[in-house]
T-cell receptor, first 115, second 116 residues
């Protein structure tokens, strides 16, 4: 069975600094997606960034980028130039690329941004 | 934009009541999901459905049932609410991953259910 681990329950970062959130996963699959989701306080969960396992290049979305290490089964999220609006719970997620399978979420990392 | 709506943001029910949580998505997604979210436990999947009238148990289906009579609507039913079902309930929808399109989940705003 697939598992997703986020070893940092809480993290903090100074505004304008860079922070990296860790995620590791366990799978025997070779074809899958990985995601980072953001859930701001009392607000809807939204997708931050996605990575397809067969793509070597690390995904980037503006200030958000990932370091995808397939062999190590690691998928970290880097937030550059942190802003107050980045304060949220961040969830790492995994799903096999098959028709009918469930998404596996990690337990989440609570990120605080210090002004 | 994809929109996933849930029938209530906050709900208070008594122990033993039958509770219905409704979820509607407007983007013709095949997959729909119900999660509960508790502090320190992340998101746990209760049930999901990949087609009308189809359903699959998730990790914690006990005490819950679901209904999907139409593609856009996925209902979660607590047959007899108990205090340990007090939680945040999130609905989500997505395309099938084999579609070749993006497979991310789109979430509703959540329903905070309190059972007293």
């Amino acid at each position: 069975a697939q598992t997703v681990t986020q070893s940092q329950p809480e993290m903090s970062v100074q505004e304008a600094e860079t922070v990296t959130l860790s995620c590791t996963y366990d799978t025997s699959e070779s074809d899958y997606y990985l995601f980072w989701y953001k859930q701001p306080p009392s607000r809807q969960m939204i997708l931050v960034i996605r990575q397809e396992a067969y793509k070597q290049q690390n995904a980037t979305e503006n200030r958000f980028s990932v370091n995808f290490q397939k062999a190590a089964k690691s998928f970290s999220l880097k937030i550059s130039d942190s802003q107050l609006g980045d304060a949220a719970m961040y969830f790492c997620a995994f799903v096999k690329k098959t028709s009918y399978d469930k998404v596996i979420f990690g337990p989440g990392t609570s990120l605080s941004v210090i002004p | 934009d994809v929109k996933v709506t849930q029938s209530s943001r906050y709900l208070v029910k008594r122990t033993g009541e039958k509770v219905f949580l409704e979820c509607v998505q407007d983007m013709d997604h095949e997959n729909m999901f119900w999660y509960r979210q508790d502090p320190g436990l992340g998101l746990r999947l209760i049930y999901f459905s990949y087609d009308v009238k189809m359903k699959e148990k998730g990790d914690i289906p006990e005490g819950y049932s679901v209904s999907r009579e139409k593609k856009e609507r996925f209902s979660l039913i607590l047959e007899s609410a108990s205090t340990n079902q007090t939680s945040m309930y999130l609905c989500a929808s997505s395309l099938l991953p084999t579609s070749g399109r993006s497979y991310e989940q789109y979430f509703g705003p959540g329903t905070r259910l309190t059972v007293t």
